[in-house]
């Protein structure tokens, strides 16, 4: 297999302009622009299952006859690259498939989403606004999956078992992190703020969690390599997103307004968790 990354981008490319093509489809369908965030997550998985069923095809052609020793290293080097690149998929398409849910089931019966309203507003084409910016961010995310994929050339090491721990947390996070909010809006003795469990640590564990997952998946596919390693600027545009653009600090400027927020985020951290402060 040729060590480029022409083939595994134009193929990742093609599959994004496709994805964001359909979502064109059932935007205007649907008369919401916000329907592109159910597309964010399964475009991911879309670029690690296309991918690697690609290499899986063409290591069905590998050659053989090599000497017996060199070919017990090769064939060793070749199952630690399907373990890791099945891993990496199986580890995208749980995070994707679980984003487009939640989001896909918190729509349904609402209109459009307050931030693309305001984005119709600043620029009315969909193409130009929200497909091709989300489109090229989620091509570049993607680097250390493709990379991992495609230029994987090591035994599993040290650093493939840490990017699980790392992403089973961040997945740890997410899952209890929406039930203990889920239980709190069934409470009919609520508080106006939620402030228990994880809650109490982190203002925002699910983001907190997403940011721990693609840590955890950069570092799995970093196990195979100096390429995938070099892909280490994708989890922090991740993490930068998450904190500072379309996440944390977006949804703070309207959870200041509701009462008892303000004096909530005086004692508990944003994004990091760390132990709540005393009230003086």
Known sequence: MP???????????ITVLIAMSLTSLAASRAGRWSVIDVTWGLGFVAIALVNRLTVTALN?????????????????????????GWVLVLLVS???????WHIYRRS???????????????NPSYARA???????????????VIVGIWLSNSLIGPLFW???????????????GDAQLAAYKRDPGRGPVMDRGLWAWTRHPNYFGDAC????????AA???????????????????????????????SMMKRPGYPEYAARTSMFFPLPPKRSS
């Open 60 to 84: 069905g052609h590998a050659a053989l006859g090599r000497p017996p020793a060199e070919q017990a290293r090769v064939d060793a080097l070749e199952r630690a690259s399907n373990v890791r």
């Open 162 to 176: 840490i990017g699980l721990a790392v992403y089973a947390i961040g997945l740890c996070f997410e899952v209890v």
């Open 108 to 122: 349904i019966g609402h209109g459009e989403d307050p931030r693309y309203e305001a984005i119709k507003a600043r």
């Open 223 to 253: 196990d195979g390599g100096i390429a995938p390693a070099l892909t280490v600027l994708s989890p922090v545009l991740m993490t930068y997103f998450l904190v500072f653009v379309s996440g944390a600090k977006l949804l703070e400027k």
């Open 94 to 100: 749980l995070w994707g498939l679980r984003l487009a």
């Open 3 to 13: 060590l480029t990354l022409f083939a595994p981008l134009t193929l990742s490319i």
């Open 130 to 144: 929200a497909l091709i910016p989300q489109g090229v961010i989620m091509l570049f995310v993607s680097l250390p």
């Open 213 to 220: 997952m693609w840590w955890g998946i950069w570092l799995l």
